[in-house]
Nanobody, 115 residues
């Protein structure tokens, strides 16, 4: 069973930065795609970014140029560096592990951006 533990959320002023981390255990981290999703109150969960096992990255248009996803296979950890944060980035951020036959989710970490 794969377990994901997110950390790094918090309260930040607009224009600030945060770095989210997601540590995975119980799976073969290096061969799977990892992603970050977010869900704001009253809205559906949406993709923020993902990174494949080969390092290819995809970003939502709303975060391009501001967020960077990266991974450290030696530490079984995926990161989301978030710069130039906006109030509309306020959401619970979830880590996502995409194996061939199953998808696993972390418990989420709250990010709040004040104006």
């Amino acid at each position: 069973q794969v377990q994901l533990a997110e950390s790094g959320g918090g309260l930040v002023q607009a224009g600030g930065s945060l770095r989210l981390s997601c540590a995975a255990s119980g799976g073969i981290f290096s061969i799977v795609t990892m992603g970050w999703y977010r869900q704001a109150p009253g809205k559906a969960r949406e993709l923020v970014a993902f990174i494949t096992s080969g390092g290819r990255t995809i970003y939502a248009d709303s975060v391009k140029g501001r967020f960077t996803i990266s991974r450290d296979n030696a530490k079984n950890t995926v990161y989301l560096q978030m710069n130039s944060l906006k109030p509309e980035d306020t959401a619970v951020y979830y880590c996502n592990y995409q194996a061939a036959v199953a998808v696993f989710w972390g418990q989420g970490t709250q990010v709040t951006v004040s104006s």
